[in-house]
Structure formats: structure tokens, C-alpha cells
């Protein structure tokens, strides 16, 4: 599926969802992975709210999805040479990167780490809510703490039911591993967590530059 085959009634869906997420709202929404959450990641309000309805901890940040590189100037203060090479292989799919975040970005959203984790989603859905949203959203996975991410709309129900403002209905995702996130310290890469790209092949792209 691509962003110009997606049906009517889906279209409809994500310009609902659309709608949801401009009043502060929280969203789930497919991913290549999981099912995420999604909130206006400028709103700290809404990033907030989000928090209360996952139940998580305040210091542990939420991961941003972009539309397109471009996006990163809106959220971080710079870019890491390693990371070029791995956005230029890697993304869009499950690789979640972790930058020094711009000044100003909200510190909700990064739980005070001064960093802020990044990615671009390989799923159509996914990438064409975030391309209508105005190109960043937030995508922690779709679970309360300390339970399993949801794979499937009946999942995403279970867990949030009615206090989840909208549902984009869009079938199950793959589950299993969930993205791979990697961070740097200036001279080399470290994992942060383990997911569905191996370590090993991240680090051979670094090494072939």
C-alpha cells in the first residue's frame, strides 16, 4: 500500500484523526511495528496527556516520527555525521535515532535528557497521518506501562478503550520486535534498544563511510 492507495474510507479516517490530533487529542495509528500513539509533539498539553494515559514515567522520553528529513530542523539541535549515513540507509523503517533536541522543544518530550529519539515510518498509514499532521508526530507504542505493545486494533481497545480519542482503523501490524533505537556519544554508535534492524548491520553501514 502507498499514501495514493489508500481507500476513501481510510482517507476519511486519517482526516478525523487529523482533527483529533489539531484539538489536542491522542490518536492510535499502525506502524511497521506497532500500533503507536500520536500527539502533536509542539502541544505540552497534549504530550502531557499522553503521558497520563499511558501511565508512564516522566523520564521516559517520546519518540517523534518525521515526514522527511527536512522535518529534523524542527526538532533537533543537530545532526551527528554518524547518523547520515544511517538515515540514508535506514529510514524510512524501524530505526529510531536519538539527537541533541533543539532548544525549546518541550521537556516532556524528552523527559529532560536533552535528547530527542527520531524516526520516519516504512507504514503507509503511519507516514501519510504524520505528512497531513505537518510532518512530526508523536509515536510511542500503543500500550499502558508495563505491558505489551498493541498489534491489532482489538489490542489498542483492551488497553485504552473510550478514554482514547481515536482509533485509525487500519488492520494488524507485524508486532514482534519493535524498532531499533541508537544513540551516539560523538566518536561511535551504542544501541539503546535492540529491535528489529541488528546492531551489526548498523554499525557496518558507519563502517563502510
Not at 118 to 137: D, E, K, M, Q, Y
Not at 162 to 177: E, H, I, N, Q, Y
Amino acid at each position: 500500500m502507498t499514501n495514493a492507495s489508500i481507500s476513501s474510507g481510510l482517507s476519511q479516517d486519517l482526516q478525523q484523526a487529523l482533527l483529533v490530533l489539531k484539538q489536542g487529542g491522542v490518536v492510535a495509528f499502525p506502524t511497521e511495528t506497532y500500533y503507536g500513539l500520536a500527539v502533536d509533539p509542539f502541544n505540552c498539553q497534549a504530550v502531557e496527556r499522553l503521558f497520563r494515559l499511558k501511565r508512564r514515567s516522566a523520564i521516559k522520553p517520546i519518540l517523534v516520527l518525521i515526514d522527511d528529513q527536512v522535518r529534523l530542523s524542527s526538532l533537533v539541535a543537530e545532526i551527528p555525521p554518524q547518523f547520515h549515513p544511517l538515515m540514508d540507509r535506514f529510514w524510512p523503517g524501524p530505526l529510531t535515532l536519538i539527537f541533541p533536541a533543539k532548544a525549546g522543544i518541550s521537556p516532556s518530550l524528552t523527559a529532560d535528557t536533552g535528547t530527542v529519539g527520531v524516526r520516519i515510518s516504512s507504514h503507509p498509514v503511519a507516514a501519510h497521518l504524520c505528512a497531513l499532521a505537518g510532518g512530526a508526530i508523536t509515536a510511542t507504542s500503543a500500550n499502558l506501562s508495563g505491558r505489551m505493545p498493541a498489534a491489532s486494533e482489538f489490542e489498542v481497545l483492551a488497553q485504552f478503550g473510550s478514554r482514547l480519542d481515536w482509533l485509525v482503523k487500519a488492520g494488524p501490524t507485524s508486532g514482534g520486535a519493535a524498532s531499533t533505537i541508537v544513540a551516539t556519544d560523538g566518536s561511535g554508535l551504542g544501541l539503546v534498544r535492540a529491535g528489529v534492524i541488528q546492531f551489526s548491520k548498523i554499525e557496518s553501514v558507519t563502517a563502510k563511510k
